[in-house]
């Protein structure tokens, strides 16, 4: 117990003394800062600097990773908005291609025949250079609209399954949405209708509506549903009528003027090319007699001439253009004929472009052409060329120096439009008997036959193996629909064997 209050002394004299150190420290401390009091106050302003530095690149750093998250945001929107439409634009171009398949095979819809008025404006409007333009559909569209039926006519063939499609082509064609909406708000308005009404009140309507364009009428069905909505009308159902049917009729005049507008422009170019005047109004009756001038006068010109104009119809088309372009018109087209009546199209080009395949396009129009008082039939044939890429050609060629086209294979495409019913032509593969040859040991004759009044076709080709089995734009396709025969095919690829 001693010993401990001997110690408690000592040790409160310790605490005594470190606290007399702390305040002597502190003391000179302060006395230091009493005598530079300039330095400390420069040490604290550099701190402050840099903490504000700190705090300004933590913010600069901060909204650059905002802007780059909202760059990125913005550029996945806009790729996302561009893959919509290009989609958009692929499924429009599916839906055309499959209606003027049905429309040159003879069983088009009604909406077939719609989408044919938009194509036929399409082309008349922005030329040969529409992305959705090809040669072939120059050959199929041909005079397709003398075929167009009357509005009121496509309307009335619509079914109920159509609706879904108009309301489709509106969404995936918003270029002419008025149009669809058209077409799709006259269907619903004729499945709505009252026949039993109609027939009472039909006099009437027509007397209000009768005459009038578009404008007049959506003047006057605002004028209507005005006195509507206030109880001024005299007899409200009569004027809901009118105002249903105006809707109707100014909806049809729509497709009418659209129509009418394609016929119009094909009247146009053929009086251009008949070399007469266009008469004003414009009228169906006029557009009949100028095709039937087309064909008289058709038919006085001499057998250079249609061919001339035929080459001529061919060298408008873009690719019979870009082959120009490439410098591949020497040589491109083959002869047409030789000295046995036979058309070669064995010959390929040596020319260095660098395009892996095209189509080189030959045009006939042969009807005037008589053997043994039968008519050569018109046709549209493509040579397609390209590079082999086998072994050989990979060890001694490069995209530098690339290797001489070779045909790959053809596409025919015969015309009998006068063919009875019920008759059907064909083909037949001659092979040459002269081996010695060398022209006729690499190549045969392709011979095409028909029922009268149609002579026969004899092409010179490659003798190649066929391939069957190709897929895509090289599919083998033999079939003959709607006057048209078709044979395409390419050849089965060669390989090097050492």
């Known amino acids: 117990m001693n010993r401990r209050r001997s110690r408690s002394p000592k040790r409160r004299e310790g605490s005594s003394h470190r ?5 002597r420290d502190f003391e000179q401390h302060r006395r230091r800062q009493d005598r530079y009091p300039s330095a400390v106050e420069d040490r604290e302003r550099q701190r402050a600097q840099r903490d504000n530095e700190r705090s300004q690149t933590q913010q600069q750093r901060g909204g650059q990773r905002r802007d780059s998250q909202q760059d990125n945001e913005y550029g996945d929107e806009a790729q996302s908005r561009k893959w919509i439409e290009g989609e958009g634009a692929f499924l429009l171009k599916q839906k055309r291609m499959g209606s003027m398949l049905r429309v040159n095979q003879g069983r088009a819809s009604s909406v077939d025949m719609f989408n044919l008025i938009l194509m036929i404006l399409e082309r008349n409007s922005t030329g040969k250079n529409h992305p959705t333009y090809s040669i072939h559909d120059e050959e199929m569209m041909e005079g397709r609209e003398a075929q167009i039926p009357s509005v009121e006519a496509l309307l009335d063939g619509l079914k109920t399954s159509d609706q879904a499609q108009l309301s489709e082509m509106a969404k995936i064609d918003p270029e002419n949405a008025m149009y669809w909406g058209s077409a799709l708000q006259s269907a619903s308005n004729r499945d709505s209708q009252d026949s039993t009404k109609l027939s009472v009140v039909r006099d009437d309507i027509e007397k209000v509506l009768g005459g009038k364009n578009r404008q007049q009428l959506a003047d006057l069905e605002e004028r209507m549903q005005k006195m509507i909505d206030s109880g001024a009308a005299p007899n409200r159902e009569f004027f809901q009528d009118l105002v249903a049917h105006s809707k109707d009729r100014r909806m049809r005049l729509v497709l009418d003027e659209k129509r009418s507008e394609a016929i119009e422009t094909r009247y146009k170019q053929l009086c251009k090319e008949n070399k007469t005047t266009p008469e004003t109004p414009f009228t169906e009756e006029l557009y009949t007699k100028a095709v039937e001038q087309y064909n008289v006068e058709w038919d006085k010109r001499k057998p250079q001439q249609k061919t001339s104009s035929a080459s001529e119809k061919a060298k408008a088309t873009p690719d019979f253009q870009n082959a120009v ?4 018109a020497d040589g491109l087209l083959p002869q047409i004929t030789d000295a046995d009546g036979v058309i ?8 260095e472009s660098s395009r892996d395949t095209e189509e080189a396009e030959l045009y006939q129009q042969s009807d005037e052409l008589q053997v043994d008082k039968k008519t050569r039939p018109r046709f549209h044939n493509r040579v397609v060329l390209g590079f082999d890429w086998n072994k050989y050609n990979q060890t001694h060629y490069d995209s530098n120096n690339l290797p001489p086209k070779t045909v790959q294979g053809y596409k025919f495409n015969i015309f009998y439009p006068e063919l009875p019913e019920g008759k059907t032509p064909s083909y037949q593969v001659i092979k040459s008997k002269n081996e010695d040859i060398t022209k006729q040991r690499e190549t045969c004759l392709l011979k095409f036959t028909a029922p009268a009044p149609y002579a026969d076709l004899t092409f010179r080709v490659v003798d ?7 897929r895509g734009d090289g599919k083998y396709n033999s079939s003959y629909h709607n006057g048209v025969l078709q044979l395409h095919f390419r050849f089965k690829k060669d390989f090097y064997k050492k």
């Open 19 to 23: 606290s007399r150190e702390d305040s």
């Open 325 to 328: 372009d490439d410098g591949m």
């Open 344 to 351: 070669d199209l064995s010959k390929g080009i040596t020319d």
């Open 464 to 470: 190649r193996t066929w391939d069957y089995a190709a």
